[in-house]
Protein backbone atom coordinates (compact mmCIF):
# COMPACT_ATOMS: atom_id res chain seq x y z
CA UNK A 1 0.00 0.00 0.00
CA UNK A 2 1.05 3.48 -0.59
CA UNK A 3 -0.78 6.54 -0.69
CA UNK A 4 0.03 9.82 -1.58
CA UNK A 5 -1.43 13.58 -0.14
CA UNK A 6 -0.45 16.82 -1.79
CA UNK A 7 -1.52 20.02 0.87
CA UNK A 8 -1.00 23.14 -1.42
CA UNK A 9 -1.93 26.57 -0.29
CA UNK A 10 0.15 29.89 0.25
CA UNK A 11 2.69 30.58 2.52
CA UNK A 12 1.08 31.75 6.01
CA UNK A 13 -1.10 29.22 5.80
CA UNK A 14 -0.07 26.47 7.84
CA UNK A 15 0.36 24.32 4.99
CA UNK A 16 3.90 23.08 6.40
CA UNK A 17 2.71 22.69 9.94
CA UNK A 18 -0.38 20.61 8.78
CA UNK A 19 2.06 18.25 6.87
CA UNK A 20 3.87 18.02 9.99
CA UNK A 21 1.57 17.39 12.37
CA UNK A 22 -0.27 14.81 10.06
CA UNK A 23 3.24 12.72 9.33
CA UNK A 24 4.46 13.26 12.72
CA UNK A 25 0.85 11.30 13.89
CA UNK A 26 1.00 8.20 11.27
CA UNK A 27 4.90 7.86 11.71
CA UNK A 28 4.47 7.02 15.71
CA UNK A 29 1.21 5.55 15.78
CA UNK A 30 1.19 3.38 12.93
CA UNK A 31 3.40 0.96 11.58
CA UNK A 32 3.45 2.44 7.86
CA UNK A 33 6.74 4.26 6.99
CA UNK A 34 5.94 8.03 6.39
CA UNK A 35 8.15 10.72 3.99
CA UNK A 36 7.05 14.41 4.22
CA UNK A 37 8.32 16.66 1.77
CA UNK A 38 8.36 20.55 1.88
CA UNK A 39 8.62 22.97 -0.94
CA UNK A 40 7.87 27.11 -0.38
CA UNK A 41 8.86 30.03 -1.52
CA UNK A 42 11.79 32.24 -0.84
CA UNK A 43 9.23 34.74 1.11
CA UNK A 44 7.49 33.57 3.84
CA UNK A 45 4.18 34.53 3.25
CA UNK A 46 1.99 35.06 0.03
CA UNK A 47 3.51 32.39 -2.29
CA UNK A 48 3.16 28.84 -3.40
CA UNK A 49 3.28 26.28 0.03
CA UNK A 50 3.14 22.81 -0.55
CA UNK A 51 4.06 19.60 1.07
CA UNK A 52 3.96 16.19 -0.15
CA UNK A 53 2.73 13.22 2.30
CA UNK A 54 4.11 9.23 1.29
CA UNK A 55 2.72 6.49 3.25
CA UNK A 56 3.78 3.05 3.08
CA UNK A 57 3.41 -0.05 4.03
CA UNK A 58 7.68 -1.06 3.75
CA UNK A 59 10.45 1.10 3.42
CA UNK A 60 10.46 0.19 -0.30
CA UNK A 61 7.38 1.26 -1.31
CA UNK A 62 8.04 4.69 0.52
CA UNK A 63 11.81 4.81 -1.46
CA UNK A 64 10.61 7.72 -3.85
CA UNK A 65 9.50 10.62 -1.34
CA UNK A 66 6.98 12.59 -3.59
CA UNK A 67 3.53 12.04 -4.86
CA UNK A 68 3.71 10.35 -8.17
CA UNK A 69 -0.10 10.42 -8.45
CA UNK A 70 -1.64 11.60 -5.20
CA UNK A 71 -4.35 9.65 -3.66
CA UNK A 72 -5.64 12.97 -1.92
CA UNK A 73 -5.38 16.70 -2.77
CA UNK A 74 -6.18 19.52 -0.39
CA UNK A 75 -6.65 22.99 -1.62
CA UNK A 76 -6.23 25.91 0.58
CA UNK A 77 -6.05 28.37 -2.18
CA UNK A 78 -7.50 27.79 -5.85
CA UNK A 79 -4.48 29.32 -7.66
CA UNK A 80 -2.69 25.90 -7.54
CA UNK A 81 -5.24 23.65 -8.78
CA UNK A 82 -4.59 24.25 -12.35
CA UNK A 83 -0.67 22.99 -11.66
CA UNK A 84 -1.78 19.82 -9.36
CA UNK A 85 -5.02 18.66 -10.79
CA UNK A 86 -2.94 16.70 -13.14
CA UNK A 87 -0.74 14.83 -10.54
CA UNK A 88 -4.19 12.77 -8.71
CA UNK A 89 -5.11 9.53 -9.53
CA UNK A 90 -8.50 8.46 -10.90
CA UNK A 91 -11.38 9.29 -8.48
CA UNK A 92 -8.75 11.08 -6.05
CA UNK A 93 -9.94 12.81 -3.16
CA UNK A 94 -10.03 16.11 -3.44
CA UNK A 95 -10.42 18.73 -0.49
CA UNK A 96 -10.81 22.55 -0.92
CA UNK A 97 -11.02 26.15 1.47
CA UNK A 98 -14.52 26.83 -0.12
CA UNK A 99 -13.36 30.38 1.52
CA UNK A 100 -12.09 30.78 -1.68
CA UNK A 101 -14.15 30.41 -5.21
CA UNK A 102 -12.95 26.69 -5.99
CA UNK A 103 -16.09 26.66 -8.81
CA UNK A 104 -13.32 25.44 -11.05
CA UNK A 105 -13.67 22.15 -9.53
CA UNK A 106 -17.61 21.76 -10.56
CA UNK A 107 -17.34 20.23 -13.53
CA UNK A 108 -14.24 18.19 -12.92
CA UNK A 109 -15.28 14.46 -13.50
CA UNK A 110 -13.42 11.86 -12.00
CA UNK A 111 -12.36 13.27 -8.50
CA UNK A 112 -14.24 12.79 -5.26
CA UNK A 113 -14.54 16.69 -4.09
CA UNK A 114 -15.22 18.46 -0.85
CA UNK A 115 -15.43 21.90 0.00
CA UNK A 116 -15.80 22.98 2.89
CA UNK A 117 -14.70 27.02 4.45
CA UNK A 118 -12.07 26.10 6.68
CA UNK A 119 -10.87 29.70 6.73
CA UNK A 120 -13.65 31.23 6.92
CA UNK A 121 -15.07 28.97 9.71
CA UNK A 122 -12.06 29.54 11.89
CA UNK A 123 -12.28 33.12 11.79
CA UNK A 124 -16.05 33.16 12.60
CA UNK A 125 -15.58 29.88 15.29
CA UNK A 126 -12.68 30.27 16.40
CA UNK A 127 -11.60 33.90 16.37
CA UNK A 128 -8.21 33.12 14.21
CA UNK A 129 -7.51 32.40 10.39
CA UNK A 130 -4.90 30.54 11.92
CA UNK A 131 -6.16 27.28 12.64
CA UNK A 132 -7.78 26.63 9.34
CA UNK A 133 -4.79 24.31 8.54
CA UNK A 134 -6.11 22.13 11.68
CA UNK A 135 -9.77 22.16 10.71
CA UNK A 136 -8.43 20.72 7.42
CA UNK A 137 -7.25 18.11 9.07
CA UNK A 138 -9.88 16.97 11.11
CA UNK A 139 -11.92 16.99 8.01
CA UNK A 140 -9.90 15.14 6.23
CA UNK A 141 -9.78 12.18 9.33
CA UNK A 142 -13.05 11.93 9.32
CA UNK A 143 -12.76 11.22 5.36
CA UNK A 144 -10.00 8.91 5.45
CA UNK A 145 -9.49 7.52 8.84
CA UNK A 146 -5.98 7.80 7.77
CA UNK A 147 -4.73 8.29 11.24
CA UNK A 148 -7.00 7.96 14.67
CA UNK A 149 -7.98 11.44 16.04
CA UNK A 150 -6.19 10.84 19.43
CA UNK A 151 -2.66 10.51 17.42
CA UNK A 152 -3.59 13.84 15.47
CA UNK A 153 -4.11 15.65 19.13
CA UNK A 154 -1.02 14.03 20.52
CA UNK A 155 0.61 15.41 17.49
CA UNK A 156 -0.25 19.32 18.41
CA UNK A 157 0.62 18.90 22.04
CA UNK A 158 3.88 18.25 21.23
CA UNK A 159 4.32 19.91 18.14
CA UNK A 160 2.40 23.66 18.69
CA UNK A 161 3.71 26.52 21.05
CA UNK A 162 1.53 25.89 24.37
CA UNK A 163 -0.28 29.00 24.42
CA UNK A 164 -1.62 27.94 20.34
CA UNK A 165 -2.21 23.96 21.72
CA UNK A 166 -5.95 24.37 23.16
CA UNK A 167 -7.25 26.28 20.02
CA UNK A 168 -5.72 23.86 17.47
CA UNK A 169 -7.39 21.04 19.36
CA UNK A 170 -10.84 23.06 18.94
CA UNK A 171 -10.24 23.16 15.64
CA UNK A 172 -9.21 19.66 15.23
CA UNK A 173 -12.51 18.38 16.68
CA UNK A 174 -14.54 21.25 14.81
CA UNK A 175 -12.51 19.99 11.40
CA UNK A 176 -13.40 16.45 12.19
CA UNK A 177 -17.28 16.81 13.08
CA UNK A 178 -17.76 18.99 10.07
CA UNK A 179 -16.09 16.40 7.91
CA UNK A 180 -18.50 13.64 9.79
CA UNK A 181 -21.52 15.46 8.66
CA UNK A 182 -19.76 16.06 5.31
CA UNK A 183 -19.23 11.89 4.53
CA UNK A 184 -22.59 11.30 6.01
CA UNK A 185 -24.31 13.59 3.49
CA UNK A 186 -22.60 11.65 0.66
CA UNK A 187 -23.63 8.52 1.53
Keep these: ?????????????GILLAGHLLSDAI?????YHVVNMVFYGAETRGTESRTEVVIADNAEEADYF???????AIFMHP?????????????ALVI???SYDFSMLDNIENLRVFKYPFTITAEQKLGTARVAN???LGFLLALTNIVDIDSLKKSIRENIK?????????????????GLKAKQNLG
Design 162 to 178: KRWVEVNLKALELGYSE
Design 1 to 13: MRKEIIIVGKGGQ
Design 79 to 91: EYVPKYIKKLKHE
Design 27 to 31: AKNTN
Design 96 to 98: ADS
Design 134 to 136: VIM
Design 66 to 72: MARKADI
